[in-house]
């Protein structure tokens, strides 16, 4: 009785508590925002420098309006 003890219910005691910290975040969560749902939360800018977040989106010092070649996608070269 001891052996089964030992080789057989240690074991399954250790994975269960493995288990159960591996999947308590999961339950512990809110639930996921699943596409289609209202949104309650305010909009994140996401950026490295939060200094630049309010900044205009193109480098200081460069001009904007300079167009140096033609562009576009084709298949052709």
Do not use: N
Request: hydrophobic share 40%; no cysteine; charged share 15%.
């Amino acid at each position: 009785m001891e052996t089964l003890l030992v080789l057989v219910l240690g074991p399954l005691t250790i994975l269960g508590v493995l288990t159960v910290l591996t999947l308590w975040p999961k339950f512990a969560r809110a639930p996921r925002y699943r596409p289609g749902q209202q949104w309650h939360h305010p909009p994140v800018w996401w950026t490295a420098d939060t200094d630049v977040a309010g900044a205009s989106r193109s480098p200081a010092g460069l001009d904007t309006t300079t167009r140096t070649a033609q562009g576009g996608a084709r298949g052709t070269w």
